[in-house]
């Protein structure tokens, strides 16, 4: 028998994939999540039916999540990630030496168990005497913290269920709140080229502009993610992506990525017309 | 009853697609060409069951086939299309002001006439009257002509069936032959991202840096294509795609398009580090 897991990105369309293997399923407090493993794309883990990450091209996402702002700010050292339970992104945080804490609040305590277990290269954050983990409520964390942060990163799952609250205006205020004068926060905003998707992106950056100074789309290519075509915002208080590029430490640093370099970081700013139309 | 179109991009996994309707069906003399109208991807035409383009998606595949070369050479009054029958990067071609003459040598005519009553926006091209369309092999063409180009544009399906050759040392040669001493010859050559076509990708770039002392690999987003990241080689005479764009004419055309823009143009030929690991 062939099993195949298909993910409807709409009603009228998505990614079909071959499983050669259920491997763990679990419906937790929050949401359901499955491990699967596939011939194309290495184990996948899914959170309510959804693609959340491939061992494939899970590099992609977390690189792009966390490198261009990283390298954006001219000494982060407190980094605050929300969502993210899988420890891909935090892996990525950790690796900078200029980062001294980071903290990873995610209100899902079995996606980091189960990524423990099963994902070991994508958890390896967690190992690092630089992280500190929180099992709770993201929204509630931002909005009673006294802690203050160079850089949030939100790592959240599509705007329905758990993560819907990570898009709201209230949310993107008590993060601007906790960042320090020279502070980033950055999120991923969903692809551009799906209508029930594409949405969303103009109202991530244009409650981005309210708060911030300097608010930047940049783009990744995902192949497990929808479209293929992933956004991100980052809202700045201060430095610019492309002036304030940090070129010394990122050459200084010399992180063995597999995605993320410095023409990339430049280049993920250029926008095609279509997107740049978007946000007109 | 639902109808459903999978693309599969390997025997374990691909793209499904609700079809609202078969709109033509036809045993070519060279291939199967379907046309089917989808919900989300608009009318699309497949030529062996394969993604050849879709109304959604097409200006990203024939902008960025197209713009960056013409861009890249000083002055292209003379543009050779092997394949592209559909006429979309055909129509992108005959838009510069700069360009005398467009020839476009596609293999199977019926691709053409089906272009031409189905997808009537893509196939505008064929109106100019810059235009000339010949009906046959563009490799036996190339081979054969005595004519000379400023540019060569090679717009195939993948490398099965009748695109095969056009993936050719023996092709490229004769190619570069045809080529005035400033030309450029480029090719859409695959994904970098799912390992069948992957493998693909390198090759074209060594065929290329045998022929041109300027190789260059640039990358768009085509949601409809596999992994979603497509990838084109472009090999030049003399002219340098970053050094020598052509910054002024860009400007004063200020073609009305909905990808390709200037600072994309740069951005394209940024590369991850996985793509810059496999051309090494």
Redesign the interface.
Known sequence: MELWY?EKH?????????VKQTIYKEKTEYQNLDIID????GKMMLLDGLVMLSEK?E??YHEMLAHPSLYTHPDPKKVLIIGGGDGGTLREVVRHPSVEHAVLVEIDGEVIAASKQYFPQVALGFNSNKAKVIVGDGIKYVSQTDDSYDLILIDSTDPVGPAEGLFSPDFYRNCHRILTDDGILTTQSETP??DSFSRILPQVVANFKTLFPVTSLY?A?I?TYP???WSFTMGSKKNCPIKDFQQARFAEDSLK?????D??H?????????V?EMLR
Not at 38 to 41: A, G, L, Q, R, S
């Open positions: 298909t709409t009603p009228n369309s998505g990614l079909t994939i071959k596939t011939e194309d794309f091209d590099f992609v080229f799906i783009l290519a192949p479209s293929g075509l990525l597999n995605y993320y370099n023409s990339l430049k280049a993920a700013f250029s926008l095609p017309n279509f740049q």
